[in-house]
């Protein structure tokens, strides 16, 4: 059972338009979102995260939006730039412990034509 | 500073071959882990650990081993190479959470072919 998902295995973008990376969940204990972006022959690397008591945090270029309600979480990037060009997991942690499991989803390719 | 290190970089394996995947971080962080990435999965915990002498199963424990003797080192042994391990595998470190949403950085991964 995918506890966390991304329903666009990809997602191809014109350089200065928006990126829109969807993600969706089906456990409410999930406490933090992170988004991560991973290069070819890279591990992940952390890009931004939000609290399940926010809606929103933003950083440069990028936002993350939360909808508990419907369980959803996007991650949009303005402008996108061809270095953008990556693979992006979703990833969700539980609440309660000293622990950091984190369960990712399956991850959306974005590709950022110039 | 040099992170998360993982060796080896690729590795081929025959069935019932066993072998060690080597991870090290030095930014003294309490917890590692250990993912691996297959097509269309994402990335699954396999194992980790809150400290030294600690370690606990994730999402996918069978067939893997591991330890924690150190801080700095958790390495991830497969006793006998199957090739459903056929993967590529991930260390990660963080602090342990406090306050919560703590980043995990990430090693460049371990290509592993079983066959």
């Known amino acids: 059972d995918q506890q966390v998902k991304q329903n666009s295995p990809s997602l191809s973008v014109q350089e200065g338009r928006i990126s829109i990376l969807n993600c969706d969940y089906t456990n409410s204990m999930f406490d933090y979102f992170l988004w991560y972006k991973k290069y070819p022959a890279e591990g992940p690397t952390f890009l931004i995260s939000?609290?399940?008591?926010?809606d929103k945090n933003e950083d440069g270029r990028f936002t993350v939006f939360l909808n508990k309600s419907a369980k959803h979480l996007s991650l949009h990037i303005v402008p996108s730039q061809p270095g953008d060009s990556a693979v992006y997991f979703c990833a969700a942690s539980l609440r309660g412990g000293a622990t950091n499991k984190l369960i990712f989803g399956t991850g959306t390719l974005l590709a950022v034509q110039p | 500073n040099a992170g998360v290190t993982q060796t080896p970089k690729f590795q081929v394996l025959k069935t019932g071959q066993s072998m060690t995947l080597q991870c090290a971080q030095d930014m003294n962080h309490e917890y590692m882990s250990w993912y691996r990435q297959d097509p269309g999965m994402g990335l699954r915990l396999i194992h980790y650990s809150v400290g030294a002498g600690i370690t606990d199963q994730g999402e996918v424990p069978n067939g893997y081993n591991v330890s924690r003797s150190t801080t700095e080192d958790f390495p991830l042994r497969l006793l006998s190479a199957a090739p459903s391990q056929t993967s590529v595998y991930f260390c990660?470190?963080?602090?342990?959470?406090?306050?919560?949403?703590?980043?995990?950085?990430f090693g460049p991964g371990t290509r592993l072919l079983v066959l």
């Open positions: 939000i609290s399940s008591i926010k």
């Open positions: 990660a470190s963080s602090r342990v959470r406090t306050a919560g949403g703590e980043t995990q950085y």
